[in-house]
T-cell receptor, first 114, second 116 residues
Framework: AQSVTQPDIHITVSEGASLELRCNYSYGATPYLFWYVQSPGQGLQLLLKYFSGDTLVQGIKGFEAEFKRSQSSFNLRKPSVHWSDAAEYFCAVVSNTGGFKTIFGAGTRLFVKA | GAGVSQSPRYKVAKRGQDVALRCDPI?????LFWYQQALGQGPEFLTYFQNEAQLDKSGLPSDRFFAERPEGSVSTLKIQRTQQEDSAVYLCASSLQGGGLYNEQFFGPGTRLTVL
């Protein structure tokens, strides 16, 4: 069965520092991968997605992610974090079981310190 | 409004009560999804509609959960005889075209259900 693992429950970074959030997936074929952000009281917002092609994908708000098939990973990065980036981040994969399920990881909460 | 809206935003129910949660998708969006997000967890898929057709309901946890979208726009998620384990945030999402694979899902703010 497909699954998504986000190893870090929470991460704290200083404002202006770089960020990397880890995501590992278990999937039998070419995965369709997503990163979402959820701010308190807000709905989930899509940051970026990977379907095929270039393994480095650019998203909104200065985020990027790199698909590495050999490592079954799709880590999210940002070169310089802003205080407004503090939120919960979810990695997700679309199921290949013939339905339309999006399978989410448990999330990583990002704290930004001044 | 421009986005997905859900009502009520908060619902407190006594165990055994029935509840109905409403989702207003973005106008013209074909696909509609329901998710359940327990505290500290990622959203879990419940069900999917394409227009008025419920194409996938494999994520509904029990027969106490029922969803409908009779006219292909507004959807209602109904939970009968609520239990404490039903306490969660229920998220609705819509996307422009059929299928969630290639089309961005736009999420509503969710309904937080607390069952006492």
């Amino acid at each position: 069965a497909q699954s998504v693992t986000q190893p870090d429950i929470h991460i704290t970074v200083s404002e202006g520092a770089s960020l990397e959030l880890r995501c590992n997936y278990s999937y039998g074929a070419t995965p369709y991968l997503f990163w979402y952000v959820q701010s308190p009281g807000q709905g989930l917002q899509l940051l970026l997605k990977y379907f095929s092609g270039d393994t480095l994908v650019q998203g909104i708000k200065g985020f990027e992610a790199e698909f590495k098939r050999s490592q079954s990973s799709f880590n999210l990065r940002k070169p310089s974090v802003h205080w407004s980036d503090a939120a919960e981040y979810f990695c997700a994969v679309v199921s290949n079981t013939g339905g339309f399920k999006t399978i989410f990881g448990a999330g990583t909460r990002l704290f930004v310190k001044a | 409004g421009a986005g997905v809206s859900q009502s009520p935003r908060y619902k407190v129910a006594k165990r055994g009560q029935d509840v109905a949660l409403r989702c207003d998708p973005i106008s013209g969006h074909v696909s509609l999804f329901w998710y359940q997000q327990a505290l500290g967890q990622g959203p879990e898929f419940l069900t999917y509609f394409q227009n008025e057709a419920q194409l996938d309901k494999s994520g509904l946890p029990s027969d106490r959960f029922f969803a409908e979208r009779p006219e292909g726009s507004v959807s209602t998620l109904k939970i009968q005889r609520t239990q404490q384990e039903d306490s969660a945030v229920y998220l609705c999402a819509s996307s422009l075209q059929g299928g969630g694979l290639y089309n961005e899902q736009f999420f509503g703010p969710g309904t937080r259900l607390t069952v006492l």
